[in-house]
């Protein structure tokens, strides 16, 4: 199973706009993805509950895992998306 330790960087946490953002993307990949934090139970990815639920903020270690063909290349993506400040970039594109 490949696996990533990303520490979110979104000014909100991993809360509104940033969490339906990294849903989407997760929803996208071609494996199943999971979230957790901490020794928590692993929660699906491409639920907004369930990523809602992890109560993650700015600076919160979030792990993900998924398995199967082209689950590298699917947490490389979304790692690199939780890693960056979604929050500013909304700023910049208003």
Do not use: C, W, Y
């Not at 509950?49 to 993506?77: C, F, K, Q």
């Not at 998306?81 to 970039?89: H, Y």
């Amino acid at each position: 199973m490949a696996t990533r330790t990303v520490t979110v960087g979104s000014a909100s946490g991993l809360h509104a706009r940033p969490a339906a953002l990294f849903v989407a993307a997760a929803a996208a990949q071609p494996v199943r993805v999971t979230i957790r934090t901490g020794e928590k139970r692993p929660v699906p990815a491409n639920s907004m509950l369930s990523v809602l639920s992890l109560g993650a903020r700015r600076g919160t270690e979030v792990v993900i895992e998924a398995e199967g063909e082209g689950a590298d290349a699917a947490l490389d993506a979304l790692a690199e998306l939780l890693a960056r400040d979604l929050d500013a970039e909304e700023s910049a594109d208003a």
